[in-house]
């Protein structure tokens, strides 16, 4: 089991930046990809980008792509994911999570899984708000 732990989000004006951190513990050489999610208040859990942790290859979601970046520290054990250009529409809980192996279906984000169900692993949360 890994242990995970996001800092980094907090209030910023659109058009500002922010970088999330997810600082990993426990069996780390569990994971196999490595995701940030979001999630905004009455709507579903969005994939917002992936690492594949050994390769690097990185996927993002079309609504942040060209905009936010996810990368990895494998000596510190840490995940970022560096957001430029914030729109209100970013506002959500994002959390960062761990998948143990291959996505089962395939998909535009193959090795890694776009869909939240398949990540074993999961951070408490930061809260990202982007006023207009």
């Known amino acids: 089991q890994v242990q995970l732990v996001e800092s980094g989000g907090g209030s910023v004006q659109a058009g500002g930046s922010l970088t999330l951190s997810c600082a990993a513990s426990g069996y780390t050489a569990s994971r196999f990809c490595m995701g940030w999610f979001r999630q905004a208040p009455g709507q579903e859990r969005e994939g917002v980008a992936a690492i594949y942790s050994i390769g690097g290859s990185t996927y993002y979601s079309g609504s942040v792509r060209g905009r936010f970046t996810i990368s990895q520290d494998n000596a510190k054990n840490t995940m970022y994911l560096q957001m430029n250009n914030l729109l209100p529409e970013d506002t959500a809980m994002y959390y960062c999570?761990?998948?143990?192996?291959?996505?089962?279906?395939?998909?535009?984000?193959?090795?890694?899984?776009?869909?939240?169900?398949?990540?074993?692993?999961w951070g408490q949360g930061t809260q990202v708000t982007v006023s207009s």
């Open positions: 999570a761990a998948a143990p192996s291959p996505a089962s279906f395939g998909g535009s984000w193959y090795p890694c899984a776009r869909e939240g169900s398949e990540y074993t692993d």
